[in-house]
T-cell receptor, first 116, second 115 residues
Framework: DAGVTQSPTHLIKTRGQHVTLRCSPI?????VSWYQQVLGQGPQFIFQ???????GRGNFPDRFSARQFPNYSSELNVNALLLGDSALYLC???????????????FGDGTRLSIL | AQKITQTQPGMFVQEKEAVTLDCTYD???????LFWYKQPSSGEMIFLIY??????QNATEGRYSLNFQKARKSANLVISASQLGDSAMYFC????????????FGAGTRLTVKP
């Protein structure tokens, strides 16, 4: 079975531009979460979606937005890019939305975003 | 406030020996999950092991075991018979059932296995 797939793998943008990152969850998984991992740190939670509804939001500015599609794939959008947005963006899927125990998230390989 | 603490930025272990990676957490929820992930230099996050707050027995997955001490709020990862391929960053994470559905990660421990 295919794991979580993310595209693109690498991306270079300049300040002020907009970016869209894509994620396809593991087949059968209905929950998708997005994380930002800055070099040398642990991942930071951005969003969680389940059944196309936002279930959780981390401490990120409104420049960050996301959505989930009927096939459970997801997009993360970032507007007005800043140098500090340079990071590895990770997508994770799980079979449960988080309202119960036993819900390990499985991660994709990430999109490495560089802002010049 | 930081809820996951990994106090060991780096650890070294000899091949074939066991190593313990420390993790403490802070939560007021009674229902939560604790997770360990491995991140090689290539960047992917690999799920290793999970422990639920109501599980009475320590979780085990192959060479990985989780030493769960609820009263002390610690969830240490034990890797037995270390292999060169175990060299990576290891992250402890927690997910609270009633808090925003997010997963909080520690700062990580870089494990190096020596031949």
């Amino acid at each position: 079975d295919a794991g979580v797939t993310q595209s693109p793998t690498h991306l270079i943008k300049t300040r002020g531009q907009h970016v869209t990152l894509r994620c396809s969850p593991i087949s059968g998984h209905k929950s998708v979460s997005w994380y930002q991992q800055v070099l040398g740190q642990g991942p930071q939670f951005i969003f969680q979606y389940y059944e196309k509804e936002e279930r959780g939001r981390g401490n990120f500015p409104d420049r960050f937005s996301a959505r989930q599609f009927p096939n459970y794939s997801s997009e993360l959008n970032v507007n007005a890019l800043l140098l500090g947005d340079s990071a590895l963006y990770l997508c994770a899927s799980s079979s449960l939305p988080g309202q119960g125990e036993g819900w390990p998230q499985h991660f994709g390989d990430g999109t490495r975003l560089s802002i010049l | 406030a930081q809820k996951i603490t990994q106090t060991q930025p780096g650890m070294f272990v000899q091949e074939k020996e066991a190593v313990t990676l420390d993790c403490t957490y802070d939560t007021s929820d009674q229902s939560y999950g604790l997770f360990w992930y491995k991140q090689p230099s290539s960047g992917e996050m690999i799920f290793l092991i999970y422990q639920g707050s109501y599980d009475e027995q320590n979780a085990t997955e192959g060479r990985y075991s989780l030493n769960f001490q609820k009263a002390r709020k610690s969830a240490n990862l034990v890797i037995s018979a270390s292999q060169l391929g175990d060299s990576a960053m290891y992250f402890c994470a927690m997910r609270e059932v009633y808090n925003n559905n997010d997963m909080r990660f520690g700062a990580g421990t870089r494990l190096t296995v020596k031949p």
